[in-house]
């Protein structure tokens, strides 16, 4: 015999020995549906989605001018600003947090950007990373038209080569106070 054969052996009559008298269980409990109540939002989840909803506003798709045509992911709001846009692209912020656009389509994405744009501002998150990806070039087309748009984003450049290089954009949001 093996020593694990009489171990568990060993094991196996100490178990039964101990629960020698022992009775099964009746399964007595009753089952109640749930019912499903979509009245009963919070407040606070319900201002949460409409600052969300208030986000993703701003992205549109009319009016789409010809205005990344130097360089389709470089941007600064205030064009005094420009060592901002400077220190952006020589990776000088590290971004604090990461939004992944790959699988969605645009109007998930949308609304994934004007969440990460609350969830910024709510959280005090200056620098953000946006990963959109390849694929079709369509998501790598829009980002940087719908980010332009936003009133809160400050600048953005494409990432440096450690953080996805042109499948990626690095975002400053301006905090509200």
């Known amino acids: 015999m093996n020593k694990n054969q009489t171990s568990s052996a060993n094991s196996n009559f100490l178990f039964r020995q101990y629960l020698n ?64 846009l400077k220190n952006l692209k020589h990776g000088k912020y590290d971004p604090d947090i990461f939004l992944d656009l790959h699988g969605l389509n645009q109007y998930q994405a949308q609304k994934a950007l004007g969440e990460l744009i609350t969830t910024c501002q709510k959280e005090k998150i200056f620098c953000a990373h946006i990963m959109h990806g390849h694929g079709k070039h369509i998501l790598k087309k829009q980002t940087p038209f719908w980010l332009s748009q936003h009133p809160d984003i400050i600048a953005f450049h494409q990432a440096p080569k450690m953080f996805g290089s042109d499948a990626a954009i690095i975002v400053l949001i301006e905090l509200k106070i």
């Not at 798709?61 to 990344?68: A, E, G, H, I, S």
Request: proline share 3%.
């Open 21 to 84: 008298g022992t009775r099964e269980i009746v399964q007595d409990t009753i089952f109640h549906p749930r019912i499903h109540n979509h009245n009963h939002t919070s407040t606070m989840s319900k201002r949460i989605i409409f600052e969300q909803n208030a986000h993703s506003h701003y992205f549109s798709y009319r009016n789409k001018k010809d205005l990344f045509k130097d360089n389709p992911v470089s941007y600064i709001r205030n064009k005094r600003s420009f060592n901002i």
